[in-house]
C-alpha cells in the first residue's frame, strides 16, 4: 500500500499473523471489496477482542489474586474513498448478530421473568 504525500509507506498486513480460523475469511472480504487488508484485520482482530471481552484475564503476580483484562483498541487511517468503513462494517458484522441476540433475549427474558 502506497502512503499519500510525504508520509512514509507503511507496512501491510500479514494475514498469517491472524487467528488461523479468520485468516481465510480476511482475505476473501479485502479481496472482495478491493480495499487494504489492513483494514478488515485490523477491525476483525478488535471485533474479536470486544466478544472476547473480560472472559480473558492476566495473572502476572504468582502470590497474589490481582488479574487485569486485556483491552484492545483499533484505528483505521486511510484516505476517503478506499472502504474504511465497509470494511470495518463487515468485520463487525458477526459481532452485530450476536448483539441482536443478546437483546432479543433480553428482552424476553424481561417480558416474562419467571421463564428461563
Do not use: T, Y
Not at 31 to 58: H, T, W
Not at 77 to 95: D, Q, W
Request: charged share 30%; glycine share 8%; hydrophobic share 40%.
Amino acid at each position: 500500500m502506497s502512503a499519500p504525500g510525504n508520509a512514509a509507506p507503511g507496512r501491510s498486513v500479514d494475514f498469517d499473523l491472524l487467528p488461523e480460523k479468520l485468516r481465510a475469511w480476511g482475505a476473501d472480504v479485502a479481496e472482495r471489496m478491493q480495499c487494504p487488508p489492513d483494514f478488515v484485520a485490523v477491525s476483525g482482530m478488535a471485533a474479536l477482542g470486544s466478544i472476547l471481552g473480560r472472559k480473558v484475564a492476566i495473572r502476572p503476580k504468582i502470590e497474589d489474586d490481582w488479574q487485569g483484562e486485556p483491552n484492545q483498541w483499533a484505528l483505521v487511517i486511510g484516505r476517503p474513498g478506499v472502504l474504511k468503513s465497509p470494511a470495518m462494517e463487515e468485520a463487525l458484522r458477526p459481532v452485530k448478530k450476536l448483539e441482536a441476540k443478546a437483546e432479543r433475549d433480553f428482552q424476553g427474558r424481561a417480558r416474562h421473568p419467571c421463564a428461563r
